[in-house]
């Protein structure tokens, strides 16, 4: 099985369907332990090289700088030409009052700093990490700009933590105008539990052309099947460990999504995380979700989503589930 290639948006670059993730690389968990180590993050993107990816997702801050190192090691002993990279810039790097955010000062440091540890003279695709509304569109859109111009990065692109359709607008019309680079990757949270950006946000993505790759397509674990309606979390889960994701997905709306994830994984002989993918994958508005994994054997559970074929009506099943409650 080897992952198919999509376009990217009107980028003219293609990507495979679905991006690698590369957030829990040298990233320490509450005991000081590193999550994914060099090694092993060698071996992942081996497997997914292996398995027909190209598309790979890191960030300045993911393992405060460690991700962007390990890829860059790895990418030294290949053909840095066989893979599209993206990385971010916005959160915190320095205590200085300028470490953060999308200043002309913060974003070039980040840049240059972005290139050294990815040993590559350039980024497929730079997303801002959040929306900086304390630096002026014009400001940021300009240097962004710059960046393509002077060939450090290829395309631009905007991740979110909320929907922002109207910021994303003002930005691009405001590129057109200027002449700048738009953006032209969309990187918001989307899952079939969590739907806030269907609607305006979703609709801006199609009438501009920006390509959707959505981060938390398994909505926290939620959608992996180890919750159930009206039972306690498991002890170990993530649900009893942090109030705040309880409030946020233990619904009784995104019961009803998920319960019916599991029952079309029963009928497709799927586990409900890979159908869960392939619903994303399936998605006419979706250009490939971002999936991560601690071992080989979680990633190649997630790259056979890619073999699941929905019906149309078991993809309109998940996505009515959570819009007949959510209106």
Known sequence: MSLAMVPLGRTGTTVSELAFGTWRFGRRNDDGEVEV?????????DAYAAAGGNFIDTADMYGDGASETYIGDWLGERDREDFVVASKIFWP?????????LNRKHLRRQMDRILDRLGTDYVDLLYIHRWDDETPVEEFMRTLDGFVRDGKVNYLGTSTLEPNAWKVVKANELADKRGYEPFKVAQPRYNAANREIEGNYLDMCADY????VPWSPLAGGFLTGKYARDERPPADSRAANDQRFADSYLTPSNFDALEQVEEVAEAVGASPAQVSLAWLMHHPQVTAPIVGARTVDQLGENVAAADIDLTPDQFERISVAKRRVSG
């Open 37 to 45: 180590g060099r090694d092993r993050a060698h071996e992942l993107l």
């Open 93 to 101: 790097t320095r205590e200085d009052a300028n470490g953060r955010g």
């Open 209 to 212: 052309d920006i390509g959707v």
